[in-house]
Every structure is written in structure tokens, then in C-alpha cells.
């Protein structure tokens, strides 16, 4: 089912939108066994044998909260300096042993844990304990992985708040609600704070809360239990306990006299918007229940009131409420942004006035239904797997002391009444408690951020380390037998029509999905209504001949599921997913919007005037500028670089979407992937039922894509951004076409090159140099030609001296051989990632989905091991070479002008341009 996040916000949720697992059973168990050693490593190990994967995950109870006074940001800077040198491992090791290994890792920090995990082929669990412990006894704190951390976490910053729309908004809705003083802390830090801090005062952090005794251990996954506790007490029962950290201090939710209203000026913002926050009760408190059924009845969904009376109406682009449950205080966010027509206070007052008809009226039965199997469906979807287990598991332990919680916790809410909610929304969202965050847009340009220190304001040299405790286990230890990976039953067959069904049989939990995908997309947009197949995937679940958009949204929204459509380069989609009790309900649905879609004017005038203000919304951030500035001047007249602007989107009629959709609406070509709990024979029976009778209007669509020329030169466009702290650049020219021959080799010289955190460029650019938060490289591959591309985010001083190394890094990889072992560890690691990739039902549906649009055979799926780890020194050169072209290099940069030209002109022609 296609699942689309929207705008800004919703990634601050990911731990505080609740548990991440249950089942329609509530009562059963999960198979956790708990102990506590002796040093005070508190351990809960799941088993979960559905797929030969295992998570690693350690949360440490120190987060944000817990900053010192004066130390802004030092529970998030440790998160990066885990991540560096230990007594075993070198610095710049730790992301490679993983990948290696087949695995992915990564941390996050929260207001109050920092969390660490990794995901492994479970063969490979000696690996991720032993990583653990060895960085939990041993990380070397010392001046020069300090200097460099330092400068990574400003980059952060900048990325996140000193050079983002909003960014401050953000920031100040997460700490000015709480009257509790360690709340007020921003977990990312300030600059100022991070620059005045000493080696001495990160080792002092380091030896007080990153002990056995402030942690705890979940592994999930394909484990035996006796098994990994013998692993687990080898490496980290002779860990040291330390003295109990210091307790964060009591709290009592204040009464609050008078509303706050704070208005910020934005000058990297192109809209207005509203943020409001109210301080809550904590994760454990009995009315949390009915305060998350009152976000979700509010904003889940497009049947929710907000959708209906914003949404729905075109005041709005986005109105949301979410619930960021905490151990302390929690935070009930609302997060509004006007169309561009509609004053921001108008837009505030509807949603004041349906807090106030809940207060009067109270809320449905089948509202409360409806928000209960939401929760319900979401968290099955996260049994499947293991690090949405692990963390499910861990969020039930500490929030509420029970890993059982996982399940127990549905309960609660069935228990919610509508009188609950009156009753929470007057005790905590009275008029009074709101503190509310206007975003005003602003021509001032934005102060510039300060740069890292390095060496702190007390620096000293960097002697060896002294170790007070060293596991005795000095070497990556062996795995364990290797668990095979069985790719699920996969069913291929086509109806008379010309309609392809994919059948992926994955019983493991009772969900059902449905993608049906129509080859065209935007590649079939003219160019003068770019927009057009943007707006026609959008309008295709907003009505049809029996059902309005509500219908269509509260009917599968009432069962736990959801349905959205859209338009992807070189397809028009449409999906739903649901329990597999509904599975009828799903086929029936999505046969109604691919069928039966009217376009409504009334609708498309609405998506007019949402796709204007998104479009106006993203042009504000510096890389969706870059990627626009790019794709356009690279593709030119290829429908690829079409670029939806007002003036085509003002253009484009209801007979267009209608023509567009019925050149696109032919069976013959089209796909249909059903995924989940469901057997072939029962898919298919449903599939012809449903779209038997779908008639084919002639042949097939064929697009017939220009010949691309290359560049005759690398070129630098450099987009003006005055005031940007950052540059914000892609690198790149026109890549193969989807089903190249040389695609193994391709993906394994871009693993090296630059694919993740252990590549080549991350190593220099970020490791090493501090230059930036992320640098990756990657290869599109649609229909068509695609494109390489490089991107990051530079602080402005250091943009030339990043471009430098990134052209020597390009150089190194095409000249110079690829040693053996650095072959073998990223060809063996992106065999043993192989099972990792999917592991949801989701990931089938998108790996499939993506063969099927540029031309490549599922049965490529089964190829994939033997493919990648038949690639040699010799190919990934020859894909470096034929692929990678830096004398055709289009880079896009943008920035500040004034600061940055001077420092690209020596690399290559550089052309400045206004922002759109």
C-alpha cells in the first residue's frame, strides 16, 4: 500500500507515537525472557523466527533532559562519538565491521534515552554484542574523535535548524510548552555550548551514564535463547557497574495562567504556519489513552475532523496533532500550514473550534472505533521485524516496566470512553495551557552560525587512552551457522485482459496489500502541464461514481487500514492495505478508484491550490532547490526533466485529467501486486473478479523517450540563497538505463564509492574531515536514462576544499584497483543485507514494483547473491569509468552566493542564478 509521509514534522515521532507491535489478540504473549546481571545490564531477549534476522538494540537512560548545565547537546554528541574508536575497534571501523557483515546500524537520541541498534542476518549476532560491549567498556573519548564529532553535530545543526525553514519553530514548540526545567533543553545542543566544551567535560558525561547499570539490552529476532545468553554473559557480564546516575529531578504538571503566543520570523521560510503545544501527562499516566484517541480522531487519516475541515476544504496543506509520550511530561504537538490564500488565523480558529465541539458533543462510537483499529493494524504491521520488535519491546520496558506492554496496552485504550476525552481535553488543552509558535516568512537574512572549535577552548594533546575496563574478547568473534533465506512464494500470472497479477504469499501476519501500478506517470505529462500526472494520481481516490473521497477514506479507514494513489515517474499508482479479515473490502475499494475515478472539479480545485502551496513550501528548502535546479538542466526536454511550476499547474482542466487518465487506464501493461496473508489461488480469484471485465482500450502505451546528448563540460550553476550558513549541492550526469546489463556491477562500485555510511566519501568527507553531516552517492534507475548523483550539505568555508576531495575520490576509484578485501567485505555485506531488504511485506511490493516499471525479470530477485558476489576488481573500475563522468559533471549548488563563488570558480565554470 502506498504510504506517504507529508512535509515537515513527522519524523520527530518515531519513538513517542506508542508501541510498535500487537495482535488481534491482546491476551497472547510475547516469548520474552528477562534477567538482570550482576553489574546491573538489564537484558530482554525475544524470538521471532519468521525471517533469519536479529536486532541488537541498547537503550541507555540518559537523553536531551540530561545535558549539564552549560552542555547543551552532549547526550547527541555522545551519540556520534559511539560510534568512533574503542580499545578493539579503529576509528572508522565500526560502520564497516557491520555492513560488512550484511548488516545496518545506527543510533538516535531522544529526551531521555539514546538509543543504539543493529540489524543483522542472525548468523552475525556474536558480532553486534560484541560491538556493544566493546564500545559500552571501552570508547576512546579523546581529543581528535572529539574535534571531529564536534564538527559533524554542527553540520547537524545547521542542516536541521540554522539553515532550515522552520527549524527553529521546531525547536521551540519541543521545549517552550514545559514548565519542567529539564524539558526546556533542546537535545540537538546550541553551537555556542558545543564549542565551549572540553575533552574533560565529554569523558566526565562518558563515565557517568554510559555504564552496564544505566542500560538496557533487547535482542529480537531469529535467536535461541540459551544460546545468546551464553554470548551475552561473554562479553559484558565483567563490564563494571558505576555509581547510579543522577536522577532527573520530581515533576508536577503546572497550571498554566494565560496562553503563550510566540511569533517567529522566518527568513528561510516562504509560508506562514502554526505550531501549538501543550504540555501532557507522562507515557505511564492513565489519561494518555484518551489523549492519543483524541490525536488520532483529530488528524489520522483522511476521514479525521482535521482532513474533513482543512484538508478537505482547501484551508490547508497539513494539520496534524501528534503525541510525543515521554517518561517526564509529554508533549500533545499540532502542526498547521495554510494554503497560501488563507490567513494562518483562520486556519488556527477551525481547529479551536473542533476542540470546542468535542467539548460540547463529545466524540462517536465509530470515531473511537475507527482510532482503536488504527492502532491495532499499525502495530501489527510492526511484528514484521526485528527492529521495530526490539523497539516495541523496549518502549513496553521503560515506560511502563512490563515488556508485555506491547500487547496489555491495547487494552487501555478499549477502555476509553468519550467522555474520557471531554474530560482530558479540558484538563489538558484548555485554552490557557496552549502555547502557540507563529511562523511569519521574513525578507531578513539569517544570522550566520558559528563554526566548530577544534580543539575545544582547553585543548590538549591526544596521549593514549587508559582504559579502566577492556572486554577480553579482541577480535570480531566467528558466526554462528548461517541461516538460509527462502524468498516467500512469488505467483506470476496475466488475465485475458492483459493484466499482470504478482502474487508474494507471506502468512506471517494478517495483512493484506494491494499495489496496482500503471506504466505512464509523469514520463507521459506533456511538459506545458507538468503537474498534470501528479495531480491525476492525487485525484484518483477523491471520488467515484458510488463514493465520495469520504466514503472511499472512511470506509477502509473505520477497518484499520488505509488507501492512497499517486504519480511516480513512470507509473500511476494506487493501494490499499487493510487486516486480512478485510481483504474483500481492499480488492473491492481498489477496484473502485482504478475503475470508476470522476475527478471532481470541486477536488481538483482544492489539489490546485495544495500542489501551489506544497510547490511554494518546498522551494524554501535548499535541497529540494538543488534537486529541481539539477533534474531540470540535466534532462532538458526529456519529459524527466519536466518541472511542475504555477504556471503549469494553474493550467492544467478536469478534461486534461480525464484524457491524461484514460491514455493511462489499459490493463494491458498494467500490474497488480497483492502481498500479505492471502494464497495465490485466493488472490487470483479475488483479481478477476475485481478486474476481469476491465476492458483494454487499445494497445498498450509505449513512450518513446528522446535521445539524451552528454554534457560537452562540467559546469557549476550556483544558486543564490543569501544568508545560508550551508551549501547544499548535487554532483552528477546522466546515468544507465533501468535494466543495464551492468547493474551489480554498478550498485557494488557505488557501495564502495559512496552508498553508505562506511563508502569511500562518507570516510573522507565526513570521518575525517568533519566537513558535513551526510554525503552519499547513488544511481536512479527508471524506464529510462537514469542519473549519478552526489549530494550533501557543506558548511560554506570548507564547500571548495569538499569538492576538491570528492573529484579525488572519483579519480581513486576509476585508476587505482579496488583492494580485495575491501571488494570482498561490501560484496559479502550486500549478500547478507539481502534477507534485511525483505523483510516486510512493503519492501516485496517496492523491490517488485521497481523490476516491473524499468524492465528487469522478478526472477532477478533470486539472481541477486550470485550476481553481486560475482562482481571483480575489474568490473567495478569499468562501471567506475563508464558511468562516473566528471568531465560531463552537472553541479548544482546551492548557497550564498557572495561566500561561495570564489571558491568554485577554480574547479569549473560557474553560473549564478536566482532561486525560484
Known amino acids: 500500500m502506498l504510504r506517504k509521509i507529508l512535509l515537515i514534522f513527522c519524523s520527530m515521532a518515531l519513538l513517542s507515537m506508542g508501541f510498535a507491535a500487537a495482535q488481534e489478540d491482546t491476551s497472547e504473549a510475547l516469548d520474552v525472557l528477562e534477567y538482570t546481571l550482576d553489574n546491573g545490564l538489564e537484558v530482554l531477549l525475544v524470538e521471532d523466527h519468521s525471517a533469519p534476522t536479529v536486532a541488537i538494540n541498547v537503550w541507555y537512560h540518559v537523553g536531551g533532559a540530561n545535558d549539564p548545565e552549560g552542555r547543551s547537546g552532549f547526550a547527541h554528541l555522545f551519540e556520534h562519538m559511539m560510534f568512533e574508536e574503542t580499545a578493539h575497534i579503529e576509528t572508522g571501523e565500526i560502520d564497516r565491521l557491520i555492513t560488512s557483515a550484511g548488516g545496518s546500524l545506527n543510533a538516535y537520541t531522544d529526551t531521555d534515552v539514546t538509543v543504539y541498534y543493529e540489524i543483522l542476518p542472525s548468523h552475525q549476532l556474536p558480532l553486534g554484542l560484541w560491538l556493544e560491549a566493546d564500545r559500552m567498556a571501552s570508547l576512546a573519548v579523546n581529543q581528535a574523535n572529539f574535534d571531529n564529532q564536534r564538527a559533524v553535530v554542527i553540520e547537524e545543526y545547521k542542516l536541521r535548524v540554522g539553515n532550515a525553514p522552520y527549524g527553529e519553530a521546531l525547536q521551540t514548540l519541543f521545549t517552550r510548552p514545559f514548565d519542567y526545567e529539564p524539558y526546556q533543553k533542546r537535545t540537538i545542543g546550541s553551537i555556542e555550548d558545543l564549542n565551549n566544551a572540553t575533552v574533560e567535560d565529554v569523558r566526565n558525561f562518558h563515565s557517568t551514564y554510559y555504564l552496564p547499570n544505566n542500560a538496557t539490552l533487547v535482542v529480537a529476532g531469529d535467536i535461541d535463547f540459551e544460546q545468546t545468553q551464553t554470548l551475552i554473559d561473554s562479553y559484558f557480564v565483567g563490564i563494571p557497574a558505576g555509581d547510579e546516575p543522577p536522577m532527573l529531578p520530581d515533576f508536577d504538571l503546572a497550571q498554566q495562567a494565560e496562553a503563550e503566543v510566540i511569533t517567529i520570523e522566518d527568513g528561510l521560510a516562504n509560508l506562514p504556519a502554526t505550531l501549538i503545544g501543550y504540555e501532557t501527562p507522562p507515557r505511564i499516566d492513565e489519561d494518555y489513552a484518551a489523549l492519543e484517541l483524541l490525536a488520532r480522531i483529530l488528524s489520522a487519516g483522511n476521514s479525521s475532523r482535521l482532513a474533513v475541515s482543512l484538508l478537505d476544504t482547501g484551508m490547508a496543506v497539513q494539520a496534524d496533532t501528534i503525541l510525543f509520550g515521554q517518561r517526564g511530561p509529554s508533549l500533545f504537538g499540532v502542526l498547521l500550514v495554510p494554503n497560501a490564500t488563507v490567513p494562518p488565523e483562520d486556519v488556527e480558529q477551525v481547529f479551536y473550534d473542533e476542540l470546542d465541539r468535542i467539548r460540547e458533543e463529545g466524540v462517536r462510537a465509530d470515531e473511537l472505533e475507527k482510532a482503536i483499529n488504527g492502532i491495532r493494524s499499525e502495530r501489527i504491521l510492526g511484528l514484521e521485524s526485528a527492529f521495530n520488535l526490539a523497539e516495541s519491546v523496549q518502549a513496553a520496558n521503560y515506560y511502563f516496566d512490563d515488556p508485555q506492554a506491547v500487547f496489555g496496552e491495547i487494552n487501555r485504550f478499549e477502555e476509553v470512553t468519550s467522555e474520557d476525552i471531554q474530560r482530558v481535553l479540558d484538563a489538558y488543552l484548555a485554552p490557557e495551557d496552549r502555547h502557540v509558535i507563529n511562523v511569519v516568512p521574513s525578507d531578513a537574512v539569517p544570522a550566520a552560525d558559528a563554526e566548530p572549535v577544534v580543539g575545544g577552548t582547553e585543548a590538549e594533546s591526544d596521549e593514549p587512552v587508559e582504559y579502566d575496563y577492556v572486554i577480553d574478547q579482541d577480535t570480531p568473534p566467528e558466526p554462528l551457522p548461517i541461516t538460509e533465506f527462502t524468498l516467500p512464494p512469488i505467483t506470476e500470472i496475466t488475465l485475458d485482459n492483459g493484466l499482470e497479477v504478482i502474487v508474494v504469499e507471506q502468512p506471517s501476519i494478517p495483512i493484506i496489500s494491494l499495489d496496482l501500478f500503471q506504466p505512464g506517470g509523469e514520463s507521459a505529462a506533456p511538459a506545458d502541464l507538468a503537474g498534470l500526472a501528479s495531480i491525476t494520481g492525487g485525484l484518483l481516490t477523491r471520488g467515484t461514481e458510488t463514493r ?15 488507501m492512497g494513489s499517486e504519480s511516480r515517474t513512470d507509473a500511476l499508482a ?63 526536454a526529456h519529459p524527466y526533466g519536466n518541472t511542475a511550476t504555477p504556471e503549469t499547474v494553474q493550467a492544467v482542466t478536469r478534461q486534461d485529467v480525464i484524457d491524461f ?66 551549501a547544499q549541492f548535487i554532483i552528477g550526469n546522466l546515468g544507465p538505463v533501468g535494466n543495464t546489463d551492468d547493474l551489480y556491477a554498478i550498485r557494488v562500485m557505488n557501495e564502495i564509492f559512496g552508498g553508505n555510511f562506511s563508502s569511500r566519501l562518507s570516510q573522507n568527507i565526513r570521518e575525517d574531515k568533519g566537513y558535513t553531516y551526510g554525503i552519499y552517492s547513488s544511481f536512479s534507475l527508471p524506464a529510462d536514462r537514469g542519473v549519478f548523483r552526489i549530494s550533501a550539505a557543506v558548511r560554506n568555508e570548507v564547500a571548495g576544499a569538499a569538492l576538491e576531495e570528492i573529484l579525488s575520490e572519483i579519480d581513486r576509484i576509476q585508476t587505482e584497483d579496488v583492494p580485495a578485501d575491501e571488494l570482498n567485505d561490501v560484496t559479502s555485506g550486500m549478500v547478507g543485507r539481502f534477507a534485511l531488504g525483505l523483510e516486510t511485506y512493503q519492501q516485496f511490493v517496492d523491490q517488485i514494483a521497481a523490476f516491473k516499471l524499468r524492465g528487469v525479470p522478478i526472477s532477478a530477485l533470486e539472481d541477486y547473491p550470485e550476481s553481486v558476489a560475482g562482481i571483480d576488481q575489474a568490473a567495478v573500475m569499468d562501471a567506475a569509468q563508464a558511468y562516473i563522468q566528471p568531465d560531463q559533471f552537472l553541479i548544482v549548488v546551492v548557497g550564498d552566493a557572495s561566500v561561495l563563488e570564489p571558491q568554485l570558480a577554480d574547479i569549473a565554470p560557474v553560473t549564478v542564478v536566482e532561486a525560484e
Do not use: C, H, K
Request: glycine share 10%.
Open 574 to 636: 494506487a493501494g490499499v492495505f487493510a487486516l486480512s479479515e478485510d481483504t474483500e473490502l481492499a480488492f473491492e475499494l481498489l477496484g473502485d478508484v482504478v475503475l470508476n475515478p470522476t475527478f471532481p472539479e470541486e477536488e481538483l480545485e482544492i489539489l490546485r491550490e495544495a500542489s501551489l502551496t506544497s510547490l511554494e513550501f518546498a522551494l524554501a528548502d535548499p535541497a529540494a532547490q538543488a534537486g529541481r535546479t539539477f533534474g531540470r538542466l540535466l534532462y532538458g
Open 661 to 726: 487518465y484514460e491514455s493511462q487506464n489499459n490493463p494491458d501493461g498494467a500490474f497488480l501486486i497483492v502481498a500479505g496473508d492471502i494464497t495465490a489461488d485466493r488472490a487470483l480469484e479475488l483479481a478477476e473478479a475485481t478486474f476481469g471485465d476491465w476492458e483494454s482500450s487499445g494497445e498498450a502505451q509505449v513512450i518513446e523517450f528522446p535521445e539524451l546528448e552528454a554534457r560537452a563540460e562540467s559546469e557549476i550553476f550556483l544558486v543564490d540563497r543569501p544568508g545560508s550558513s550551508q
Open 548 to 562: 465520495s473521497a469520504q466514503d472511499i477514506a472512511s470506509t477502509i479507514e473505520q477497518v484499520g487500514g488505509g
